[in-house]
Each structure stands twice: as structure tokens, then as C-alpha cells.
């Protein structure tokens, strides 16, 4: 059964801190991981990694996969209180049908602290 | 434009009603997704629509029927529901879904609050 895992489950911080989440998978005909960042309503996308150790960068984000131990970090630096949000991590994998199917991890609640 | 509309945004439904959640993507994409996500949860995938063809369905209810009109149209008609399928209903869309592509991100719409009374 796929399995995509994600630590901590919640974390509270202080603005300014350095945070990083993690995910890790188990999953059959894996493509690629994502990361997406969830407030009010809609998931909102974040990052895509399909190769092993090259860093993607958005402003204070980041993130890289490492393919052979399969797991994925999201480093978020100087945090703002914007940043209070679930963070979801996601891996596509193609379905037995040859489709590709989207599997969540249960989150990382992450609250930061004026 | 990277927008994925959905219709309404609130929806109380009764368990002997009928109703329809509608989603729209202008963006091209051929693959479109409808998610439950109930609270404090992640969104599961309930149905798979590439390019217009149903191609997976996770073993959903059948009082849950997708449809898909157009390339940028999804429906999800609601038959008979139970309290139980309260939950926000995300639509997502990605420009491809199948096999030996690349990878791409999908684009989640704001979603469906649904009750079910």
C-alpha cells in the first residue's frame, strides 16, 4: 500500500525561525513529489521535484528529494506569519490503469508566532 | 491564468436531494480531478478524468457521479447523500494524466463546502 508520511504532524515557532518539514513515501511507479501549501480553502501549489538532490528555490522556500533514501525536505526561512498554513506533500505515481494518481500526506500544521 | 473556478462555494444539502458541483479550468489542461477533503485531513482523489474519459475512480459511492462535458468542464452530480459525505470538495486540473509524459503540478479550484443535513 502507498504511503506518504510527513513530520511533524504540527509545529509552532516564532517569527524569524527556520523551519523544516518533512516527507516521506513508499510508493509504486513513483514520478514525482510535490509540495503544496493549504490556508483557508484550496491547496495551493508549491514545488515539483522529480530528480534526486537539485534544490529548488522560491523567495525564504526550498526544497529537495532524495530519491534513493525517498524522502523530501521543504526548508522555509526567516518565517512570517503568512506562513501559518498546513503544508501537504504529495507524490504522483502512475496508477494500474496508466494514469497518474496524486497521494497526499496528512499534513504539517505549521503556526508561527508574531 | 492559473485559475480553477468551482460552483458554489457553500452547498447544505438534504439527504433526499439532488444537486451538482460544477468546476471550470481555462488553462487547457486535459486532466481533471475531483478530491474530498474532510476535516484536518489531506484531500483523497475520488475520480480521474483525462481528456474527457473517465479513467479512474476510487471506488467511490455511486450516489457520487462525475461528468464531464467539455475539456473545461467538471460536474459532480450528488444523489442521496448521507451526513457522512460532508466535506470540501476540491476540483484540480493538470495538463496531462497519463503514462510516459512528464510529470505536471495540478491546480487546485477553492472548493465545494458541502453539508449534508
Known amino acids: 500500500e502507498d504511503k506518504v508520511v510527513q513530520s511533524p504532524l504540527s509545529l509552532v515557532v516564532h517569527e524569524g525561525d527556520t523551519v523544516t518539514l518533512n516527507c516521506s513515501y513508499e510508493?509504486?511507479?513513483?514520478?514525482?513529489l510535490l509540495w503544496y501549501k493549504q490556508e483557508k480553502k484550496a491547496p495551493t501549489f508549491l514545488f515539483m521535484l522529480?530528480?534526486?538532490?537539485i534544490e529548488k528555490k522560491s523567495g525564504r522556500l526550498s526544497s529537495i528529494l532524495d530519491k534513493k533514501e525517498l524522502f523530501s525536505i521543504l526548508n522555509i526561512t526567516a518565517t512570517q506569519t503568512g506562513d501559518s498554513a498546513i503544508y501537504l506533500c504529495a507524490v504522483i505515481k502512475i496508477s494500474n490503469f496508466g494514469n497518474e494518481k496524486l497521494t497526499f500526506g496528512t499534513g504539517t500544521r505549521l503556526t508561527i508566532i508574531p | 491564468d492559473t485559475e480553477v473556478t468551482q460552483t458554489p462555494k457553500h452547498l447544505v444539502m438534504g439527504m433526499t436531494n439532488k444537486k451538482s458541483l460544477k468546476c471550470e479550468q481555462h488553462m487547457g489542461h486535459r486532466a481533471m480531478y475531483w478530491y474530498k477533503q474532510k476535516a484536518k485531513k489531506p484531500p483523497e482523489l475520488m475520480f480521474v478524468?483525462?481528456?474527457?474519459?473517465?479513467?479512474i475512480n476510487e471506488s467511490v459511492p455511486s450516489r457520487f457521479s462525475p461528468e464531464c462535458p467539455n475539456s473545461s468542464l467538471l460536474n459532480l452530480h450528488l444523489h442521496a447523500l448521507q451526513p457522512e459525505d460532508s466535506a470540501l470538495y476540491l476540483c484540480?486540473?493538470?495538463?496531462?494524466?497519463?503514462?510516459?509524459?512528464?510529470?505536471?503540478?495540478?491546480?487546485f479550484g477553492p472548493g465545494t463546502r458541502l453539508t449534508v443535513t
Open positions: 510508493v509504486t511507479n513513483f514520478r514525482s
Open positions: 484540480a486540473s493538470s495538463q496531462e494524466g497519463v503514462a510516459g509524459g512528464f510529470p505536471y503540478e495540478q491546480y
Open positions: 522529480t530528480s534526486s538532490g
Open positions: 478524468y483525462s481528456y474527457e474519459k473517465l479513467s
